[in-house]
């Protein structure tokens, strides 16, 4: 009895240790100073010599303590020669979503159906993956979660990643609709004995044809008939009174100008492009449409043989020169999102600069999702999330998060991966 006893409580212990860096951190109260580091303020402006001021969870005052004489208040943390910067935001991923690619049971992406705008990913996020824990020590605080499947998927939401539950991720429920929109060329079915090259699709007016009747019944719909409740319909209204955002994927060039053409043509407020992949052919015309664009992610492969290899790295900085509002995706992945400082940091090597790069996953990023109020920069009376980096976030080598804070709260930067690191260097560590 007493060594089952005793079996018992080891795994109790391991149960616990397990778990424990899931616990979301306490609340924040009172007040915090940062003092000494060189703060990456999110929209261009860099303090070398930074004072700021955290109260209640938000930023109360971000100064240049070198030129600025102010008292220092509540619990003060120095972090000289360090950088902080505002939490990285992931977008277009299916964080939270899925756990395990290859076990069916651990995704929840996708729903049965083509037109879903009434689908809710952010139902479904599981805010105890062991995934969603893994961006937090990158500095991946934000992630925007995303439905896949079907011609428009439902709707995406912005959630913070230290938390309870998907109530309490919540940073903006509701961001806006996905629609998918078909390509005028398809890949032949080799399966039913078709050339499995590229020919045109025969079906690509009817199916613009159907997305734009599904728009126009949409409008149609009279919301304050209860009798008449149709849910697809009534989840719509939001995004067409320009509340949310419509995120078309879409790639091809003529694709692009004919989404461009769609938006005025069926008067939709708020459109952003997701993945884009031939928009800078256009980037003119987007740039005049004001459209933002959410770019896939950078670690792609060219999809024709006559691309340049390194087009994935030089869209980005094509787009912003043509004066296009532009942000970073993962092309609906989920635990890739961690590296997304490090996509956006592969663009300095190809004429983007520094600031630039870092707005593309921080002020760029929250703007485009409606989130920048309370997140994306180091301002004034924003969420105090964000992070201290021993050097350069944006390199693999200089991104060492030394702390992290959600909304003012210290969290965990502890892993199921930073506890087999730490249990194999142990063991390698051992002299015999």
């Keep these: 009895m007493k060594e089952l006893k005793r079996i018992y409580i080891l795994l109790l212990l391991f149960t616990v240790t397990s778990w424990a860096q899931q616990t979301p951190a306490i609340k924040q109260t009172g007040e915090i100073t ?11 402006e860099v303090i070398e010599n930074s ?36 939490g990285f935001i992931a977008l277009d991923t299916t964080l939270g979503l899925v756990e395990i690619e290859a076990v069916r049971a651990t995704e929840d992406q996708d729903e049965i159906g083509e037109y879903n705008p009434h689908v809710q990913a952010i139902i479904a996020y599981n805010a105890e993956s062991k995934v969603v824990e893994s961006m937090r020590p990158n500095g991946v605080l934000i992630a925007q979660t995303v439905p ?42 080799w399966w039913m ?25 949409s409008k149609a719909y009279n919301a304050g008939d209860e009798s008449l409740k149709n849910l697809p319909y009534a989840a ?6 320009g509340n949310e955002n419509l995120y078309i994927h879409v790639d091809g060039e003529k694709e692009i100008m004919d989404v461009l053409a769609f938006k005025e043509k069926m008067n939709i407020p708020n459109i ?34 006559d691309d340049d290899y390194d087009i994935s790295y030089k869209m980005g900085k094509t787009l912003i020169d043509a004066g296009v509002l532009v942000a970073l995706g993962n092309s609906g992945e989920f635990w890739q999102a961690r590296n997304i400082p490090f996509y956006a940091g592969e663009l ?44 350069n976030a944006l390199e693999m080598m200089g991104n060492n998060v030394t702390r992290a804070m959600v909304q003012g709260r210290e969290i965990s930067l502890e892993t199921h991966q930073t506890e087999l690191w730490k249990r194999y260097m142990e063991k390698y560590s051992r002299t015999e």
């Design 272 to 305: 952003v492009l997701v993945g884009a992949y031939r928009g800078y052919k256009v980037a003119d015309k987007i740039a005049a449409a004001k459209v933002p664009v959410i770019l896939a992610r950078v670690h792609s492969l060219p999809e024709a043989d």
């Design 348 to 391: 300095t090597a190809f004429g983007l600069s520094f600031d630039n790069a870092l707005k593309l996953i921080t002020s760029n990023a929250a703007k485009i999702t409606g989130i920048d109020k309370t997140a994306g920069t180091l301002e004034a009376g924003k969420d105090a999330t964000l992070f201290v980096s021993t050097g």
């Design 34 to 44: 940062l003092t000494g580091g060189t703060a990456h303020i999110g929209n261009g």
């Design 51 to 86: 004072l700021i001021f955290i109260k209640d969870g938000k930023i109360t005052d971000v100064l240049d303590a070198t030129t600025t004489k102010r008292a220092l208040l509540g619990e003060v943390i120095d972090i000289s020669g360090q950088h902080v910067y505002p």
């Design 148 to 189: 896949q499947g079907g011609t428009i998927s439902g709707t995406s939401s912005m959630v913070q990643l230290d938390a309870w539950n998907w109530e309490d991720a919540v940073i903006e429920r509701g961001d806006g609709i996905h629609l998918n929109w078909p390509n005028s060329f398809r890949r032949g079915r």
């Design 193 to 217: 004995g078709e050339d499995p090259g590229y020919s045109p699709n025969k079906n690509y007016k009817d199916d613009v044809a159907d997305i734009e009747a599904f728009i126009t019944q």
């Design 236 to 241: 719509m209204q939001e995004m067409l009174s």
